[in-house]
């Protein structure tokens, strides 16, 4: 039986490898939780890239077994009241987020990244900022995690052209560390809005902030992940970052049964 301490050990380095440097428990329970979950897994010794040559490639060695139940809150009746963007399109959103300096993030950008893809896609990705080339392009996910999006959406036959991907923040936090709270309340409406036009039947949120951010919870993303959640009645999955399975490929089979949970929400499956 592996030691509670190793776990809870290999967990925060899980936490380590997201980019978060610290991290509060919310209570002491939490931290026995932790200890005891099987979802704690720890980094490999050699992580090494994850191949971002095709859905078959990424989902291999990911079986296509039966899912996990599904528990899904009930839905909320709180749909955008108050939205001070309310009138605002996608292209007209797009224009506000460029010129916006809402926060301190604006002085730090080459591009503001608003987001891309059809007005009305059944299914919106939430990350959480623009990386470096994110920045340097103004699109959100390229690079090698963009690659590794690309295939988990082809592999849950939701090709990136049929999906709207957006980020929490739309400006890149300098180096790459996380976005902070104030940032991150600053930009939510834009992201709301977004949501409001959109509206997809599933968000996939893919990381620790993007889940948080639109839960409005505090917890370890093994705690979010494996269920359905709802935001404003929306179905919402959450799963790991792909930038984080590039540097822990353990989570590649976890990654793929959510995905597979959000797949089957889009069939209306339940
Ligand atoms: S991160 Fe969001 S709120 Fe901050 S400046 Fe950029 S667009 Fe505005």
């Given at each position: 039986?592996?030691?509670?301490?190793?776990?809870?050990?290999?967990?925060?380095?899980?936490?380590?490898?997201?980019?978060?440097?610290?991290?509060?428990?919310?209570?002491?329970?939490?931290?026995?939780?932790?200890?005891?979950?099987?979802?704690?897994?720890?980094?490999?010794?050699?992580?090494?890239?994850?191949?971002?040559?095709?859905?078959?490639?990424?989902?291999?060695?990911?079986?296509?077994?039966?899912?996990?139940?599904?528990?899904?809150?009930?839905?909320?009746?709180?749909?955008?009241?108050?939205?001070?963007?309310?009138?605002?399109?996608?292209?007209?959103?797009?224009?506000?987020?460029?010129?916006?300096?809402?926060?301190?993030?604006?002085?730090?950008?080459?591009?503001?990244?608003?987001?891309?893809?059809?007005?009305?896609a059944d299914l919106m990705?939430?990350?959480?900022?623009?990386?470096?080339?994110?920045?340097?392009?103004?699109?959100?996910?390229?690079?090698?995690?963009?690659?590794?999006?690309?295939?988990?959406?082809?592999?849950?036959?939701?090709?990136?052209?049929?999906?709207?991907?957006?980020?929490?923040?739309?400006?890149?936090?300098?180096?790459?560390?996380?976005?902070?709270?104030?940032?991150?309340?600053?930009?939510?409406?834009?992201?709301?809005?977004?949501?409001?036009?959109i509206q997809p039947k599933v968000i996939?949120?893919?990381?620790?902030?993007?889940?948080?951010?639109?839960?409005?919870?505090?917890?370890?993303?093994?705690?979010?992940?494996?269920?359905?959640?709802?935001?404003?009645?929306i179905p919402?999955?959450?799963?790991?970052?792909?930038?984080?399975?590039?540097?822990?490929?353990?989570?590649?089979?976890?990654?793929?049964?959510?995905?597979?949970?959000a797949?089957?929400l889009l069939a209306g499956?339940?």
């Amino acid at each position: 039986m592996t030691d509670p301490r190793e776990l809870l050990a290999r967990y925060l380095e899980q936490r380590w490898a997201l980019g978060e440097t610290s991290y509060t428990f919310s209570s002491e329970g939490e931290a026995v939780e932790l200890m005891a979950s099987p979802n704690t897994q720890a980094p490999a010794q050699q992580p090494g890239p994850v191949r971002a040559d095709g859905a078959e490639q990424w989902r291999k060695g990911a079986p296509d077994i039966p899912g996990p139940g599904i528990d899904i809150p009930v839905p909320s009746t709180d749909l955008f009241v108050g939205d001070p963007l309310a009138d605002k399109d996608l292209d007209q959103l797009g224009e506000l987020i460029r010129a916006c300096d809402q926060c301190a993030l604006c002085g730090e950008r080459t591009n503001a990244v608003p987001g891309e893809g059809p007005a009305h896609a059944d299914l919106m990705v939430v990350g959480e900022g623009p990386g470096a080339k994110e920045d340097q392009q103004g699109r959100p996910f390229v690079g090698r995690a963009g690659e590794l999006l690309n295939d988990i959406l082809a592999a849950i036959d939701c090709p990136r052209p049929t999906v709207f991907i957006a980020n929490v923040v739309k400006c890149r936090p300098p180096g790459n560390r996380n976005p902070e709270g104030e940032e991150i309340a600053a930009c939510l409406p834009y992201l709301y809005r977004q949501i409001a036009v959109i509206q997809p039947k599933v968000i996939l949120a893919m990381g620790t902030v993007a889940a948080q951010a639109l839960l409005e919870v505090r917890g370890p993303l093994s705690s979010m992940r494996n269920k359905v959640h709802r935001f404003r009645g929306i179905p919402l999955v959450v799963t790991y970052h792909p930038a984080a399975l590039l540097r822990n490929p353990n989570w590649k089979k976890p990654t793929w049964d959510d995905v597979r949970i959000a797949r089957r929400l889009l069939a209306g499956e339940r």
